[in-house]
């Protein structure tokens, strides 16, 4: 059983400098009884990156807020309430209005690796939300294709938020450098920021050598930059009217 285990041990040890050992060990202890062992092992793996937060929000004639969009470029992962799991949650309860927190355009390489970043990338976003500038100025929402990339957008003052989906074809998530550029594309059009919403809504189970990941220089992750250009080429030249949200 040693030699077993050492044999089994040795590519993690030498590829990543961790032990497989470890992320049993605090995968059977999150299942089984609940413990943060498993944040431990992804520490050691984790890298500091800078993650682009964007809020867009919706506040009613007297000031309070409404609704309100929270969108890190993270990966709402890996499992349960370990690194980013429950970011939807938490997000909810740090806000007035209703909230949605949307997939972003990133992979699980962009999970948190603890449950401790979530307060970090709430920081941010309260930062973001102090700063937003509202404006009754809006467009009706256009829809707009590239390829097999489809995007839907609607302009709010000099701001976008644009969704991008590759239905009926399947896809998984899409990876950070196409979602970046993506929206630097929608932006070279006028607009000033860009909340980028990965639809995430078809898959076919992961089956198959392909399982859609949108990878930077695939023709997929051009259709969807080319997209978000014509997206915003059709918001700048769209009129502007009066946001009514809801109930």
Not at 90 to 108: D, I, W, Y
Not at 113 to 119: A, G, I, N, S
């Amino acid at each position: 059983v040693y030699v077993f285990l050492r044999i089994v041990d040795r590519p993690w040890r030498r590829g990543l400098g961790v032990s497989v050992l470890d992320f049993i060990r605090g995968f059977i202890g999150h299942i089984a009884e609940g413990t943060r062992e498993l944040e431990d092992f992804f520490e050691q793996l984790g890298q500091e990156a800078i993650v682009p937060v964007t809020v867009l929000s919706f506040e009613r004639d007297d000031g309070t807020e409404k609704a309100r969009f929270v969108l890190p470029m993270i990966h709402p992962g890996p499992m349960g309430e370990i690194g980013g799991g429950n970011f939807p949650e938490r997000v909810a309860r740090r806000a007035e209005g209703l909230v949605f927190p949307p997939h972003a355009t990133a992979g699980h390489d962009f999970n948190l690796v603890t449950e401790r970043e979530v307060d970090v990338v709430l920081d941010a976003a309260d930062d973001a939300y102090e700063r937003i500038e509202y404006s009754p100025d809006v467009t009706e929402s256009v829809r707009v294709q590239s390829g097999d990339a489809k995007m839907l957008g609607q302009r709010f003052g000099d701001d976008a938020l644009l969704v991008s989906t590759y239905a009926p074809q399947f896809a998984d998530d899409v990876e950070y450098a196409v979602g970046l550029s993506a929206s630097a594309e929608a932006r070279t059009t006028g607009l000033r920021d860009v909340l980028l919403v990965d639809a995430h809504n078809c898959n076919n189970g992961l089956q198959g050598p392909d399982l859609g990941h949108v990878t930077p220089g695939s023709k997929r992750s051009f259709d969807m930059i080319t997209a978000a250009g014509l997206a915003g080429e059709e918001l700048s030249a769209s009129s502007r009217g009066s946001l009514s949200l809801g109930t």
